[in-house]
């Protein structure tokens, strides 16, 4: 069994940015792909990055390709998630989740096991 605890959200005025933190414990995370997913109300959890469990690989959504940066920290036990030049369609809760595997970056949130219980992002115009 995996507890996520995400922290790091807030209100941020559009072009702002904010860093996302996934804590893990009750076991290690290192063998395992994590990945961000964020939903807002009425929406499916939408796929936002994805990292392998050494961090060697990462992959983002179109959406925020070059503007977000997925990193793990694991003798920390510990997801990040960098979001710079944030703009106001980024306001949802953010998710962070395990994915089994250690080599894939699933974008398919049904692949994912273990989830946090979300923190919220609110970006203002």
């Known amino acids: 069994q995996v507890q996520l605890v995400e922290s790091g959200g807030g209100l941020v005025q559009a072009g702002g940015s904010l860093r996302l933190s996934c804590a893990a414990s009750?076991?290690?995370?290192?063998?395992?792909?994590m990945g961000w997913f964020r939903q807002t109300t009425g929406k499916e959890r939408e796929f936002v990055a994805a990292i392998t469990a050494s961090g060697g690989t990462t992959r983002y959504a179109d959406s925020v390709k070059g503007r977000f940066t997925i990193s793990r920290d694991n003798p920390k036990n510990t997801l990040y998630l960098q979001m710079d030049s944030l703009k106001t369609e980024d306001t949802a809760v953010y998710y962070c989740?395990?994915?089994?595997?250690?080599?894939?970056?699933?974008?398919?949130?049904?692949?994912?096991?273990?989830w946090g219980q979300g923190t919220q992002v609110t970006v203002s115009s």
């Open positions: 009750g076991r290690t995370i290192s063998r395992y792909s």
């Open positions: 989740a395990t994915n089994p595997t250690t080599y894939a970056t699933s974008a398919d949130a049904p692949t994912y096991t273990y």
